[in-house]
């Protein structure tokens, strides 16, 4: 009997070590994305891709931004191994303002977080800036 309950720790021990080799990786063709200058009110989604290079599925459990004028969107579905996937970002271009946000993703691979940042500038082309009227007083002059 001891040694029907040995050989059974052992074959379970062996299958649950076995199971932990399979392990799913997150690669990113980019960690940041660069809108450039663009202008109030245009579009402000774009696209993180990514592939599974493990061997076992991709879930993706939680994407989070460092600001509420930045809606990240999450995958539904588990992305199985070689397969890619897709992160959208819709930032809210009516902010005049500096883009500087950082993206979190937490999910089941190896390198369990991520950060991916938007970076960029969104102007008002509407509005003279006030170079421009600084420049216009003193030609005047």
Do not use: H, W
Request: with cysteine; hydrophobic share 35%; charged share 25%.
């Amino acid at each position: 009997m001891k040694q029907l309950i040995t050989i059974l720790f052992i074959g379970l021990i062996s299958f649950s070590i076995n199971a932990q080799d399979k392990v799913a990786k997150i690669e990113f063709k980019s960690t940041t994305i660069d809108y450039g200058t663009i202008e109030k009110g245009s579009n402000g989604v774009r696209v993180f891709e990514f592939t599974n290079t493990g061997d076992a599925p991709l879930i993706i459990s939680k994407v989070t931004s460092s600001c509420g004028c930045t809606i990240p969107k999450k995958p539904k579905d588990p992305i199985l191994p070689g397969k890619t996937g897709e992160i959208e970002v819709k930032y809210d271009t009516n902010r005049v303002n500096p883009i500087r946000k950082t993206i979190t993703v937490i999910s089941n691979a190896e390198t369990p977080t991520v950060a991916l940042k938007i970076k960029g500038e969104v102007i008002n082309t509407a509005n003279d800036s006030v170079l421009e009227k600084k420049d216009k007083s003193i030609v005047q002059q």
